[in-house]
């Protein structure tokens, strides 16, 4: 609204007078880059401490203390390692809250497991690039394991009455989003007179049917899917290993990545400069941000745990898979497939891209 401002304590400070609001300026430019090396000092004493293993904050995971500086295990660690083994094993949030608090008396809400358990990769022994910053609980490949659980538990609603079994995994080619559930309503009339109602779960593209945005229209029965993946997953796994054993198989590509991290800290400063969080606030997260884009190369080799896949190969599962039930064949799915691409339909026919873990 144009009103101008004057400082009684510091009479320079007068934004109605051309010299006065160069001389604000002036100072907010001072400041501003104070606060950058303030910024820097404390990241690179931030870093420091990280790469001789000590705690920058005195927030520990459950299951470790503070002891000269550095994390050591508790004597609740053999708990939380039981805990984590049992959602790894069952793919549960809600049975694993339960089984903590039955089995060793831990009380725990389902976000707090999940956030601060279970993402933590501290658990792994790693911290902010420091592979040995404390010691480790659970291996790599679990980690990896229940990440990929969590991300794909996300699709998942409580509130399902049926057990999808491709839920969270199916991707639409087109538009690049996950296909939901749905049911199919068939109508058969006999040469009696009689008539039967059926209903088939299927999936379908939500932004086709919903908001119209994309190509990919049609339902997708879910025995279909079984059918292709029952006929055609030894084959595709056989190329996947020999691809990945040979070198061929895709390095990681990570500079999205960090210009999503370079995007947040231009957000930061915005929020700094317009006095939304304080200047302890923006140091501590730039300090953040800048180790997260220090700690990640552009490009990376996959690094794969090929064990679980060559398992399958190995043994018989087509026989052990008619007698799962729906969820204990989302399991089996999710524990080998990262995700099935589904193309277009050409007719009756369509083409789908196994993606595996």
């Given at each position: 609204?144009n009103?101008?401002?004057?400082?009684?304590?510091?009479?320079?400070?007068d934004t109605?007078?051309?010299?006065?609001r160069?001389?604000v300026?002036?100072?907010?430019?001072?400041?501003?880059?104070?606060?950058q090396?303030?910024?820097?000092?404390?990241?690179?004493v931030?870093?420091?401490?990280?790469?001789?293993?000590?705690?920058?904050?005195?927030?520990?995971p459950?299951?470790?203390?503070?002891?000269n500086?550095?994390?050591?295990?508790?004597?609740?660690?053999?708990?939380?390692?039981?805990?984590?083994?049992?959602?790894?094993?069952?793919?549960?949030?809600a049975?694993?809250?339960?089984y903590?608090?039955?089995?060793?008396?831990?009380?725990?809400?389902?976000?707090?497991?999940?956030?601060?358990?279970?993402?933590?990769?501290?658990?792994?022994?790693?911290?902010?690039?420091n592979?040995n910053?404390?010691?480790?609980?659970?291996?790599?490949?679990?980690?990896q394991?229940?990440?990929?659980?969590?991300d794909?538990?996300?699709?998942?609603r409580?509130?399902?009455?049926y057990?999808?079994?491709?839920?969270?995994?199916?991707?639409c080619d087109?538009?690049g989003?996950?296909?939901?559930?749905?049911?199919?309503?068939?109508?058969?009339r006999?040469?009696?007179?009689?008539?039967?109602r059926?209903?088939?779960?299927?999936?379908?593209?939500?932004?086709?049917?919903?908001?119209?945005?994309?190509?990919?229209g049609?339902?997708?029965?879910?025995?279909r899917?079984?059918?292709?993946?029952?006929?055609?997953?030894?084959?595709?796994?056989?190329?996947y290993?020999?691809?990945?054993?040979?070198?061929?198989?895709k390095?990681?590509d990570n500079r999205?990545?960090?210009?999503?991290?370079?995007?947040?800290?231009?957000r930061?400063?915005?929020?700094?400069?317009?006095?939304?969080?304080?200047?302890?606030?923006?140091k501590?997260?730039?300090?953040?941000?800048?180790?997260?884009?220090?700690?990640?190369p552009?490009?990376?080799?996959?690094?794969?745990?090929?064990?679980p896949l060559?398992q399958?190969?190995?043994?018989?599962?087509?026989i052990i898979?008619?007698?799962?039930?729906?969820?204990?064949?989302?399991?089996?799915?999710?524990?080998?497939?990262?995700?099935?691409?589904?193309?277009?339909?050409i007719?009756?026919?369509?083409?789908?891209?196994?993606?595996?873990?």
């Amino acid at each position: 609204y144009n009103v101008a401002w004057t400082a009684i304590d510091q009479p320079y400070f007068d934004t109605s007078t051309p010299y006065g609001r160069a001389f604000v300026a002036q100072s907010m430019t001072w400041a501003e880059l104070e606060a950058q090396n303030g910024g820097l000092r404390v990241a690179d004493v931030f870093r420091n401490k990280v790469v001789h293993g000590e705690v920058i904050t005195g927030k520990v995971p459950r299951g470790y203390m503070i002891q000269n500086k550095h994390l050591v295990f508790s004597d609740e660690a053999p708990a939380m390692l039981d805990s984590i083994q049992y959602f790894h094993r069952e793919q549960g949030l809600a049975k694993t809250v339960n089984y903590m608090r039955e089995n060793h008396g831990i009380n725990m809400s389902i976000q707090n497991l999940k956030n601060s358990i279970l993402r933590n990769e501290k658990y792994t022994g790693r911290y902010r690039g420091n592979e040995n910053y404390c010691p480790r609980l659970i291996s790599d490949e679990m980690y990896q394991d229940i990440q990929r659980v969590l991300d794909n538990n996300s699709t998942i609603r409580s509130s399902q009455k049926y057990p999808y079994i491709f839920s969270g995994i199916l991707i639409c080619d087109e538009c690049g989003h996950k296909m939901s559930g749905c049911h199919i309503n068939v109508v058969s009339r006999r040469t009696s007179g009689k008539v039967y109602r059926y209903k088939y779960p299927a999936y379908e593209c939500l932004q086709y049917r919903a908001y119209k945005k994309c190509s990919n229209g049609g339902e997708i029965r879910e025995m279909r899917i079984e059918e292709y993946l029952l006929e055609h997953i030894r084959e595709e796994l056989s190329g996947y290993l020999v691809d990945f054993e040979t070198g061929e198989a895709k390095r990681i590509d990570n500079r999205a990545k960090k210009n999503k991290i370079r995007r947040k800290l231009d957000r930061l400063k915005d929020l700094y400069l317009n006095e939304v969080i304080n200047l302890e606030e923006y140091k501590k997260d730039r300090a953040e941000y800048e180790e997260q884009l220090a700690a990640l190369p552009d490009m990376e080799q996959p690094i794969k745990n090929l064990k679980p896949l060559k398992q399958v190969l190995d043994c018989n599962f087509e026989i052990i898979y008619n007698n799962l039930n729906n969820e204990e064949k989302r399991a089996f799915w999710r524990s080998i497939i990262k995700e099935i691409r589904v193309s277009k339909s050409i007719g009756r026919n369509r083409k789908y891209q196994i993606i595996f873990l």
